[in-house]
């Protein structure tokens, strides 16, 4: 069974970092196609940051140079490093998984079977 368990969101001030996890289990993170997505309040799940294997990245334009996506296959965990950060980034990141590969990486809902609970990231002016 697939399990994806997110952490280290909190509140921090404009122009603060954040940095989050995302455990898995049942599931490896090597050569595997990953991603990063957030949902804030009255609006549409949007991409963040995808993966491919371990090299090729993609990043929505609202947070390029700002954010960061990576992997640790040793711990099998999925990494954001979130810098500069605004409030409009404030909302719940989700860590999500996938089995196959076509077109990774690409920051696509419908490519994504396995999902997180979630992590609230709330940035204040």
């Known amino acids: 069974q697939v399990q994806l368990v997110e952490s280290g969101g909190g509140s921090v001030q404009s122009g603060g970092s954040l940095r989050l996890s995302c455990a898995a289990s049942?599931?490896?993170?090597?050569?595997?196609?990953m991603g990063w997505f957030r949902q804030a309040p009255g609006k549409e799940r949007e991409g963040v940051a995808a993966?491919?294997?371990?090299?090729?990245?993609k990043y929505a334009d609202s947070v390029k140079g700002r954010f960061t996506i990576s992997k640790d296959n040793t711990q099998n965990t999925l990494y954001l490093q979130m810098n500069s950060l605004k409030p409009e980034d404030s909302a719940m990141y989700y860590c999500?998984?996938?089995?196959?590969?076509?077109?990774?990486?690409?920051?696509?809902?419908?490519?994504?079977?396995?999902w997180g609970q979630g992590t609230q990231v709330t940035v204040s002016s």
């Open positions: 999500a998984a996938r089995v196959g590969y076509r077109g990774c990486p690409r920051l696509s809902r419908a490519d994504f079977e396995y």
């Open positions: 049942g599931y490896s993170t090597s050569s595997r196609c």
């Open positions: 993966i491919d294997g371990d090299v090729l990245t």
